[in-house]
């Protein structure tokens, strides 16, 4: 049964007649960000110490797990991907303001 749409047959009283009821109802899928696009970012321009890859590796794995159907273990790789990018970025704006202010009270 497609992800879209559940069905639901409700069948009235014993009866001769042959015809059901069928009821469609279109349940919205709930979206889980996976935060790829941002961890490639990290992984390609803001990589500090590797978090951005090993944020890129844990998106990949809530896309797989999303692909699968279990949103609970998507949630939480991409929770955990969330907070190494979130990590990968302050670490590494910080470390570029501490390189530019030694650069220039060196002089």
């Known amino acids: 049964m497609p992800k879209e749409q ?4 409700v069948l009235g ?3 001769i007649s042959t015809s059901a009821t069928t009821t469609t109802i279109n349940m ?3 979206s889980t960000p996976d935060h790829v696009v941002w961890s ?8 500090f110490c590797c978090l951005g890859f090993i ?7 809530s896309r797989d797990r999303k692909m699968v ?3 609970t273990g998507a949630q939480a790789f ?5 907070y190494l990018n979130i990590s990968s970025l302050i670490f590494t704006v ?4 501490i390189f530019i202010i030694f650069y220039v009270t060196r002089k």
């Open 28 to 30: 919205p899928e709930i």
């Open 6 to 9: 559940q069905e639901v047959v």
């Open 78 to 82: 991409a929770s955990t991907a969330k």
């Open 94 to 97: 910080l470390m570029t303001i």
């Open 13 to 15: 009283a014993p009866h």
């Open 55 to 61: 944020a890129y590796a844990y998106s990949v794995k």
């Open 69 to 71: 159907g279990d949103m």
């Open 40 to 47: 490639l970012f990290n992984t390609l321009f803001m990589n």
